[in-house]
């Protein structure tokens, strides 16, 4: 039986990422213990930008239950402020002695065509997703937009740091913060977004403009992928 039961009109066309939940540790009876973080959403054929339906981005916990309901989960909703969004920070209530009278994860809302169509990314304790936003009238609009967004692994709720350099003095401290709130979302209008990669404290997003977008975040302290290289050249 599927882990988890999303609501009909929602499609997953991407990867799953799956970590440790960071707040239960490993008990008898609640093993992998994980959580399973994913978005929905699909841009496939011709008619799909024209769909309106709500999507969401899902963070599951699975402790060895199946068919879990979304009304079991948390939920996270946001505010946006010109081109950036702040997150709600609910308290996720895991139980792990009893875990079936506890919350099941977290899930956050998005609207009017917004979706999520690339794969996510864990960096340390957050969750990194972009968002498209595609276009339905204009030709030259690179086929949309869409949002960079993070937000923490525990409850996908506000980091409680700052995470984007927001106004770009290639610091992280409170004046990366919007209404005294640390910044989830940054508003990329120069094309879709596509899928982010990291190297150290920077991120790298390609979108459908050409452009690559690159911006300090923070960083998590662990050493994935590729961090530098060096050419051989033989006569």
């Known amino acids: 039986k599927p882990l988890f039961?999303?609501?009909?009109?929602?499609?997953?066309?991407?990867?799953?990422?799956?970590?440790?939940?960071?707040?239960?540790?490993?008990?008898?009876g609640n093993a992998p213990n994980t959580i399973v973080m994913f978005g929905t959403g699909k841009l496939l054929a011709a008619n799909d930008k024209f769909t309106t339906t709500t999507e969401s981005f899902y963070g599951i916990w699975d402790h060895g239950d199946q068919n879990i309901q979304r009304n079991k989960l948390l939920e996270q909703t946001y505010q946006t402020t010109g081109n950036t969004r702040t997150l709600t920070d609910n308290t996720i209530n895991y139980?792990?002695?009893?875990?079936?009278?506890?919350?099941?994860?977290?899930?956050?809302?998005?609207?009017d065509g917004e979706r999520i169509i690339t794969n996510?990314?864990?960096?340390?304790?957050?969750i990194f997703f972009n968002t498209t936003i595609p276009t339905t009238d204009s030709p030259c609009s690179f086929g949309g937009s869409g949002w960079l967004m993070v937000a923490k692994v525990e409850n996908g709720?506000?980091?409680?740091?700052?995470?984007?350099?927001?106004?770009?003095?290639?610091?992280?401290?409170?004046?990366?913060?919007?209404?005294?709130?640390?910044?989830?979302?940054?508003?990329?209008?120069?094309?879709?977004?596509?899928?982010?990669?990291?190297l150290a404290d920077q991120m790298y997003t390609a979108t459908s403009s050409g452009e690559i977008d690159k911006r300090k975040i923070i960083d998590s302290g662990v050493k994935r992928g590729r961090i530098s290289w060096k050419e051989i050249q033989r006569n």
């Open 95 to 111: 139980q792990a002695d009893n875990p079936n009278q506890s919350d099941q994860g977290w899930y956050i809302d998005f609207v």
């Open 157 to 198: 709720g506000q980091p409680s740091e700052a995470v984007f350099d927001v106004n770009n003095d290639d610091q992280l401290d409170d004046n990366d913060k919007i209404n005294d709130n640390f910044v989830s979302g940054l508003l990329y209008e120069a094309g879709v977004p596509a899928e982010s990669s990291f």
């Open 120 to 126: 996510p990314a864990t960096r340390g304790g957050f």
């Open 5 to 28: 039961n999303a609501p009909n009109n929602q499609s997953v066309t991407t990867r799953v990422t799956v970590v440790k939940n960071p707040n239960v540790g490993d008990t008898t």
